[in-house]
């Protein structure tokens, strides 16, 4: 079914003024002036830059004006290998160096909640960085050491990353709202020499205490040497709590600011370690390199998000996400970061919007289950809030509904362009988004993202036309695709989580469909995909005719093993004080198969009173598809609230 609007009319279109003024438009002059030709518009530059991979990246390099000892004549070895090519393999840089650039005015503003607000300039970033560098060096950390923080998205965890990336070492995070085995199922494999940690974090007005933790933690972790403690719910935490602690002002006591030494490294140099969510099993250790990082996002935010020197751009993230990482990387195009940890619906819900009106933010990036969730609390900030520098909202995390779509121009403003994103931590990037010089689709991803060789495949590995679902899958070498994973020497654990079902081919696991207007619509992950009767259905197709209505707060649907074929089980949290009855159960049905077909109408559908969802806020259909079937879920510390999955276990009506 296609999701776009009827009449198909865009439900936002650029005008002449703002395509002339984005980036990516100089970008399509600097390549058309150097290879003579006359590329016009995203499309075209698209098909340019997957059939020349090399010239796309090294025009990008220049665009971006990266900082390097030397580029090299080499831009890609080894580029029919997948995995195994390489980019520009005689480059040597510093990824901090290029995100610490001599500017002026605001590098960093932090809300936590309601309760802190703080901001740094350029100038005290890179004096911070100075400090923190010296004192972890005499530390004894240098190139290749693993430095980890379990902190929240706060000023110091970005001071922290650069400060061990400028000396090659290689950052590591996650979000403090962690539990001590699920921080030693990430940090404990990898073995980090420094750990950094807050003395707690403000959830939805209440303070968190985790120092406690921490000592817990420490525990499992012999090879950490120095435990720094950032202040951040009192003045001055009692780093004593924790073995081989310091408070943060104590470790940067001996160090005054200086010109940064910054380490220049190969391209592939392990930048970061991040982690997969965990819910089948121990987490994936995914190690990321530098250079590609950095021309990755430089490529994304600039090309595609339309980012510009002075821009101010947010997105609503935790230490434990790959967003955290990519907003990181807005220094290097130019932007003030805004940075917030917290509850997102605190200040009645409007905390968000509050942080966009008083920064005057130009990109707000969330997630879907956000935006649904705002419409469902009927934030309306057009009303209530000033939103004029806004020039983009950005979601992803899960598809996003058409209705989505409907809320944002609705509700949050008129002249926006809106980018449903996709992509990954394996990738630390995105497959496909938008960008601003494209019309938006309602409920379709604009655009896939340059130089990113982008297919739909079936089973048997062809290619499909629009308008047909499959495999999502990339066929042509990228800069970040993994270094490979932690512990995985020979690299097997790497090739058979991307390569092993379309050999040379990264398998990337979403199903989707091309549209005609050459977007993208995800219908959910494809190892999630119902099978009833052997058709297949992507979840996210129900999750949009389900969350619709208005009793329907959230839900999540499984196939469960039945009469040796499968069946549709729908699980639905609804408004509170409502009970699911005849009259919802007909009325769930009776939308779902007037808007898709008859093999999506649930055989059973169930309320519950939570659903149980990652630290990144995905809901886990495998996890609860396997406590229905009886079956261990192997990670629960990957989950915010593992209490959830009790709610779908020895359910008569499933037996």
Not at 453 to 460: I, L, T
Request: net charge neutral; charged share 25%.
């Amino acid at each position: 079914m296609n999701p776009s609007n009827s009449g198909d009319k865009p439900l936002w279109k650029p005008g002449p003024e703002l395509i002339a003024a984005a980036r990516i438009t100089a970008f399509i002059e600097l390549v058309n002036e150097r290879h003579g030709i006359k590329l016009a518009g995203y499309e075209e530059l698209y098909a340019w830059s997957i059939a020349n991979i090399e010239a796309f990246w090294a025009a990008m390099w220049d665009f971006g004006e990266v900082i390097a000892d030397k580029r090299g004549q080499r831009i890609l070895v080894d580029g029919h290998k997948m995995p195994g090519a390489r980019f520009f393999p005689d480059a040597k840089l510093n990824f901090a160096e290029n995100l610490l650039r001599d500017r002026s005015g605001d590098a960093l503003v932090f809300w936590g909640e309601d309760q802190v607000k703080r901001r740094l300039s350029h100038e005290e970033l890179r004096a911070l960085v100075s400090r923190l560098q010296q004192a972890l060096a005499a530390a004894g950390v240098g190139e290749g050491d693993r430095v980890a923080a379990f902190m929240p998205n706060m000023p110091e965890t970005i001071v922290a990353m650069l400060a061990a990336s400028s000396l090659g070492a290689t950052f590591t995070s996650c979000s403090p709202d962690f539990g001590v085995q699920g921080v030693l199922d990430r940090f404990g494999q990898v073995e980090p020499k420094v750990l950094f940690c807050c003395d707690g974090y403000f959830y939805n007005g209440k303070t968190i205490e985790t120092l406690p933790r921490i000592a817990q933690i420490m525990q499992g972790l012999p090879t950490v040497k120095q435990v720094v403690v950032v202040p951040y719910v009192s003045a001055r935490p009692d780093a004593s709590l924790v073995p081989r602690a310091s408070r943060l002002d104590e470790f940067l006591a001996p160090y005054k600011a200086r010109e940064i030494e910054f380490r220049r490294l190969p391209f592939n140099h392990p930048l970061y370690i991040l982690y997969s969510s965990g819910t089948t099993g121990v987490p994936k250790c995914i190690v990321h390199g530098a250079g590609g990082v950095l021309l990755q996002h430089l490529k994304e935010h600039m090309l595609l998000c339309d980012v510009r020197p002075g821009d101010r751009l947010f997105y609503f993230t935790t230490c434990g996400w790959m967003m955290w990482n990519w907003l990181a990387s807005g220094l290097a195009s130019g932007a003030t970061l805004l940075l917030y940890d917290g509850s997102p619906f605190a200040a009645k819900n409007k905390i968000l919007f509050d942080f966009a009106q008083a920064e005057r933010m130009t990109q707000l990036g969330t997630s879907a289950k956000f935006i649904d969730a705002a419409s469902k609390f009927g934030v309306d900030p057009a009303k209530t809030h000033e939103l004029d520098a806004l020039r983009a909202v950005l979601s992803t995390g899960s598809p996003l509904a058409p209705e989505g779509f409907d809320y944002v121009y609705e509700k949050v403003k008129r002249d926006v362009c809106l980018s449903s994103v996709s992509g990954g931590t394996d990738l630390v990037a995105c497959f496909a988004g938008g960008t601003p010089i494209l019309p938006v689709w309602r409920g379709e991803l604009q655009c896939r993202s340059l130089a990113m060789k982008v297919e739909v495949f079936d089973d048997e590995g062809r290619s499909l036309p629009a308008g047909q679902k499959g495999e999502l899958v990339c066929t042509g070498p990228f800069p970040t695709m993994p270094l490979g994973f932690w512990n995985d020497p020979d690299g097997s654990k790497y090739h058979a989580a991307y390569y092993e079902k379309y050999p040379n081919v990264w398998r990337h696991g979403d199903w989707c469909e091309l549209t005609k207007h050459a977007g993208m619509v995800i219908y959910g992950r494809s190892d999630a995909v119902l099978n009833p009767g052997g058709v297949r259905i992507g979840t996210a197709e129900i999750y949009r005719q389900v969350e619709k209505l208005d009793e329907v707060v959230e839900s999540i649907v499984i196939g469960q093993d039945w009469e040796k074929d499968v069946r549709v089980v729908l699980f639905v949290r609804l408004r509170d004080g409502i009970r699911l009855d005849e009259r919802i159960a007909k009325k769930i049905k009776d939308t779902i198969r007037a808007n898709t077909t008859p093999r999506h109408v649930p055989a059973v559908i169930l309320q519950v009173p939570d659903i149980p969802r990652t630290k990144s806020n995905k809901i886990v259909e495998l996890a609860v598809r396997a406590v229905v079937h009886g079956q261990p879920v192997k990670n629960k510390e990957a989950l915010a609230n593992p209490e959830a999955l009790e709610h779908f276990r020895n359910r008569p009506e499933l037996s």
